[in-house]
Structures are given as C-alpha cells and as structure tokens.
C-alpha cells in the first residue's frame, strides 16, 4: 500500500488563471488550456511533491482544475508504457484520496515510436479507463 498524501498541503509549482498550463520534459509536452479561466494548481510530483530520491513510483505532473473539479495526471515518458501507467496509477492512489470529489484523468505523452502502444497491457488500461486515459506522441492539447 503506497502512502497518502494531501495534495491540498503542498505548494504548487504554479497557481492561477493563467491561460495555459505546460508540463514539459523529456521533449515531450503537455498543453492545458485554460478556456474558462479557472482557478488551476499545477504541481510537479516527481521532485516536489516527491522529493528526488524518494522511492515512490510516481508521474510527473498534476493539473488541477479546482472549479470544475477535474485532476490531470500527467507522465511524459521515453517509450516505456507500461512504467508510466504504473507511475499514473501509483500517483493516483496517494493522492486522489485527498481530493475525492475530482474527476480523475490519465495523460501519457511518450516521445519515440512506441511499439508498446498495441500492448496488450496498454490496451487493456486504455479501455478500462475510456474516456479519460490519452496516450500521445510528443505533444497533447487540450481543454483543461
């Protein structure tokens, strides 16, 4: 059982009604456009949330979308699928807890061709999670 942590008690990376929210590493990028102008919390999990060497498998980033309720969870990964669902899926039970009523929603951008994509695994989580699991090369825009 991984550990709990309340989001809501950590500083986020960057706060506001900013326009857009970008999560880059990796050369691999996720764009959060924020049409509406909400009030948005982004957080970067793996080294401040989760401090560097700290052992919990995490993802990268976290959007969230606190008038509407919605929560990113974003992993820009190299091409391994299969360790950036696990990452994904980690971070979700240590922190969704601490925001219960958010809607919860996967992001994967990978960076080279991934043959792993048609993986049975992969498509399996895909489908268990339709509707709000995207897995993208390179770069994902969305609405957030």
């Given at each position: 059982?991984?550990?709990?942590?309340?989001?809501?008690?950590?500083?986020?990376?960057r706060e506001g009604r900013h326009q857009t929210f970008t999560s880059?590493?990796?050369?691999?990028?996720?764009?959060?456009k924020n049409i509406d102008r909400n009030e948005v919390r982004q957080f970067k999990v793996d080294?401040?949330?989760?401090?560097?060497?700290?052992?919990?498998s995490r993802c990268d980033y976290l959007l969230l979308n606190d008038e509407k309720q919605s929560s990113y969870y974003?992993?820009?990964?190299?091409?391994?699928?299969?360790?950036?669902?696990?990452q994904i899926e980690d971070t979700i039970s240590m922190i969704s807890p601490s925001i219960p009523t958010y809607t919860?929603?996967?992001?994967i951008i990978y960076r080279t061709g991934s043959h792993n994509v048609h993986d049975s695994e992969v498509t399996f989580w895909k489908g268990k999670n339709k509707g709000t699991a995207i897995i993208k090369?390179?770069?994902?825009?969305?609405?957030?």
């Open positions: 059982m991984s550990r709990q942590i309340n989001i809501n008690g950590c500083r986020p990376y880059s590493e990796k050369r691999c990028t996720h764009v959060g080294g401040e949330v989760l401090q560097a060497g700290d052992t919990d974003i992993e820009l990964k190299g091409s391994d699928l299969k360790k950036a669902i696990q919860i929603f996967r992001r090369e390179r770069m994902l825009e969305e609405n957030i």
